[in-house]
């Protein structure tokens, strides 16, 4: 056993990268990294961490509780320390979530609770290139930090700013704190604003079960002409005709995500409207205004 241990010990360093490249994020940072100390040597080489994607961990059908604690966002700020500090300039692309405002210096990804504009303030101002931004059920993060990274990333392309469903919050119940969930942003148009108004240069927005209106849906297809997807999957505050009329100038769309889903009567207490009811509770569609 130890003279095989011994073999494995003595790969050279290029051979360990190329083992070690082949493996999941997963088994380098679990098992690769302490089989011995030449193997941890090699797990540092700055090639290997160059796109640093944990997003595949998270895409699990359940949700774990465990991931919103404050110990695994600790643990999230230290792999990313790490990855950074071993790569520096060699680093490319980040997908985290559950991380923190202490480690997040170059991206801002979603599902990281304590984000804030101080964070995101610091990528506009480090991060002119950044062509693509997630920073999806990010709540802390306001119009503000919008404004700011469309005026100095200039050459952003996507953005994904999805929120919660809120309309039917149940999935979410047991799994994330109640104070994050209720922390929502409420006034989408303002940040529908702030997208239209500093990201003329977008070509693809998600926006999922934000709580703008027809202005703000307005707003964004008059300043951003250039996009080609919008998803707009949970918007309850827009109409079909809404969306018909405002995107009727994207002379670029290719795709558009309606919102179209059953919506509770609880959240729209519809039994005032008498017949109307029965829209309601039999067909999945656009929400009926009236």
């Known amino acids: 056993m ?13 051979c360990l990268i190329n083992i070690l490249s082949r493996l999941t994020v997963e088994d380098q940072w679990r098992g690769a990294m ?9 797990f540092n080489e700055p090639i290997l961490h160059s796109v640093f994607n944990l997003d595949p961990y998270f895409d699990s059908p359940s949700e774990s509780p465990r991931w919103w604690n404050l110990q695994f966002e600790s643990k999230i700020d230290s792999m990313l320390g790490s990855v950074v500090q071993w790569t ?11 991380c923190s405002d202490r480690s997040l210096t170059l991206v801002a990804e979603r599902s990281c609770p304590r984000v804030t504009d ?3 303030s610091k990528i506009a101002v480090g ?16 119009h503000e930090s919008l404004v700011l990274i469309g005026r100095n990333c200039t050459n952003l392309k996507i953005l994904k700013r999805n929120l919660m469903n809120w309309l039917d919050p149940s999935q ?13 942003p409420q006034d989408g148009d303002s940040e529908a604003a702030a997208i239209a ?34 998803d707009l999957s949970g ?16 002379s670029s769309l290719k795709d558009i995500k309606k919102p179209n889903f059953y919506i509770p009567r609880s959240v729209y207490h519809t039994e005032r409207y008498g017949h109307w009811n029965l829209y309601d509770e039999r067909f999945q569609t656009d929400i009926f205004r009236i």
């Open 2 to 14: 130890e003279e095989n241990e011994a073999e494995w010990s003595e790969l050279t360093r290029e």
């Open 34 to 42: 302490l089989v011995c100390k030449s193997w941890f040597n090699a």
């Open 88 to 98: 520096h300039v060699f680093l490319t692309q980040i997908r985290i979530r559950h």
């Open 118 to 120: 101080d964070s995101v």
């Open 127 to 142: 991060c002119p290139k950044l062509r693509e931004l997630d920073i999806s059920y990010c709540y802390e993060i306001t």
């Open 172 to 184: 979410h119940v047991g799994i994330v704190p109640a104070d994050y969930l209720n922390a929502c």
């Open 197 to 230: 108004n500093s990201m003329p240069h977008l070509e693809c927005l998600e926006i999922r079960f934000s709580k703008l209106t027809a202005k703000g849906l307005n707003s964004i297809c008059q300043g951003c002409p250039n996009l080609e997807y919008l």
């Open 235 to 250: 918007c309850a505050n827009l109409t079909s005709r809404d969306i018909v009329n405002a995107s009727s100038s994207l």
